[in-house]
């Protein structure tokens, strides 16, 4: 007789869920809602993210308080000048005990990885990071090695006017499903944070809230979230209109389509839904699309996005 299987995960539990852990993050993280939740939708869609901004504004926390609240193993990569692919995915070592080689993996295997400050290491280094994203796998010295599921990167990147910085290429930028700036504090969220670590750090209080295995499964239920005929349709007209602008220089890809319909699937979650609503992609737009665009003179990404998404009709669904 076949093996029962296990029910799917439905959209109310994957919110439920989703808050438990959002909740559990922001006993670290002061305010950052928008942030902690593109975050967090960035590991349900599948993806990999870039957070952006200058030193000491919460980047390397947050992906502290995410890889702890889901209970994963987490790595840290300092990107610096000299570091080496190698020492990213790992080496082979002569055990002079049983005269072999040992394959020493790198901190690439792991659930979540932090690679901090990824423009201050050079180009050869940052693309040893493509085949991980990428495929999740890695070869070194010509073996293949899978990546255990799930597998997120969380980068920072300080601005690019930064001494010692090497900008990311097109095809590395292109592997983030979203990118996001984490912004200043408010004044009663700069108050809040002092008052928290007046006495140490609560990072060091934290627990898992959930475990692996349900990350898998919001993951699986993310990929069930119903996007209608009306809705690709959109994003294909949100390209096409990128495309026609004469302030692009680089527009973005059919990999960026794919991926704003895969983070909507993913927010769509956040409220119990089971379809995505043009909503979606108009608020996923520019955390989606604005790091994958070239922009010709001084125009920002950004606010051609949000000029392209206040004019383009709105497509008419059915009532679910």
């Not at 296990?6 to 909740?23: I, N, T």
């Not at 920072?156 to 910085?165: I, L, R």
């Not at 292109?174 to 008052?195: K, N």
């Not at 389509?257 to 909507?264: D, K, N, P, S, T």
Request: some cysteine; aromatic content about 4%; glycine content about 6%.
């Amino acid at each position: 007789m076949a093996a029962t299987q296990e029910p799917s995960l439905q959209p109310r539990r994957a919110a439920e869920l989703l808050d438990r852990v959002e909740k559990n993050i922001h006993l670290v993280i002061v305010g950052k809602d928008r942030v902690v939740r593109l975050a967090l939708a960035g590991l349900v869609a599948g993806g990999h993210i870039l957070l952006q901004d200058l030193p000491g504004t919460g980047k390397t926390m947050l992906a502290r308080a995410l890889a702890t609240s889901v209970g994963g193993i987490f790595r840290r990569i300092q990107c610096t000048p000299d570091l080496l692919p190698s020492d990213i995915t790992g080496s082979s070592v002569f055990n002079q005990k049983d005269l072999t080689f040992e394959f020493i993996p790198g901190p690439i295997f792991a659930h979540i990885v932090l690679a901090d400050e990824v423009n201050r290491t050079t180009p050869r280094t940052q693309s040893a990071l493509l085949e991980a994203m990428g495929e999740g796998q890695v070869t070194v010295e010509g073996t293949t090695r899978v990546l255990e599921r799930p597998f997120f990167v969380v980068a920072t990147q300080n601005p690019a006017e930064f001494h010692g910085t090497y900008p990311l290429p097109e095809s590395q930028l292109d592997r983030f499903v979203l990118a996001e700036e984490m912004g200043p504090p408010t004044d009663s969220e700069a108050l809040e944070v002092l008052a928290r670590r007046e006495h140490g750090d609560p990072i060091a209080e934290l627990s898992a809230v959930i475990d692996i295995r349900e990350v898998i499964e919001l993951q699986e239920a993310c990929l069930r979230v119903v996007v209608a005929p009306a809705i690709r349709s959109y994003i294909v007209a949100l390209l096409r209109a990128i495309r026609a602008r004469p302030d692009v220089l680089l527009p973005a890809s059919m990999r960026s389509g794919v991926y704003l319909q895969r983070a909507a699937q993913a927010w769509a979650l956040f409220e119990g839904r089971d379809f995505v609503l043009p909503d979606d992609i108009k608020l996923l737009s520019g955390p989606v699309l604005a790091h994958r665009l070239g922009m010709k003179g001084r125009g920002r990404a950004a606010d051609m996005l949000s000029e392209v998404v206040s004019t383009l009709p709105i497509p008419p669904l059915r009532q679910h």
